[in-house]
């Protein structure tokens, strides 16, 4: 079976750092993009930033550009979101997903179930 597991998530102070991790098992990994993407409440699903297939490509939503960093480990199967200097507004559910091609605007076949950060002030 498909899986994609977020972890990482969890409650912190403001200008603190988390370390989402996407842990992916029954499909190619290493052929896909990966995404991640947010949700707050009663706002839309918004892009944060996404990875190619080898890693050697990366996208940042300009919310986090600067603060955040995006990595992959093929050999684990596992892609990293490291975010530091967090704000309240990254409070969200964040998600990552798998695709085919690089970007956001494109379809992901392959969606985990969330992990939430919470960002005290």
């Known amino acids: 079976d498909v899986q994609l597991q977020a972890s990482g998530g969890g409650l912190v102070q403001a200008g603190g750092s988390l370390r989402l991790s996407c842990a992916a098992s029954g499909f190619a990994f290493d052929e896909y993009a990966i995404g991640w993407f947010r949700q707050a409440p009663g706002k839309e699903r918004e892009g944060v930033s996404c990875i190619s297939s080898s890693g050697g490509s990366t996208l940042y939503a300009d919310s986090v550009k600067g603060r955040s960093t995006i990595s992959r480990d093929n050999a684990k199967n596992t892609v990293y979101l490291q975010m530091n200097s967090l704000k309240p507004e990254d409070k969200a559910v964040y998600y990552c997903?798998?695709?085919?091609?690089?970007?956001?605007?494109?379809?992901?076949?392959?969606w985990g179930q969330g992990t939430l950060v919470t960002v005290s002030s």
């Open positions: 997903a798998a695709g085919p091609s690089f970007g956001w605007d494109n379809e992901y076949d392959y």
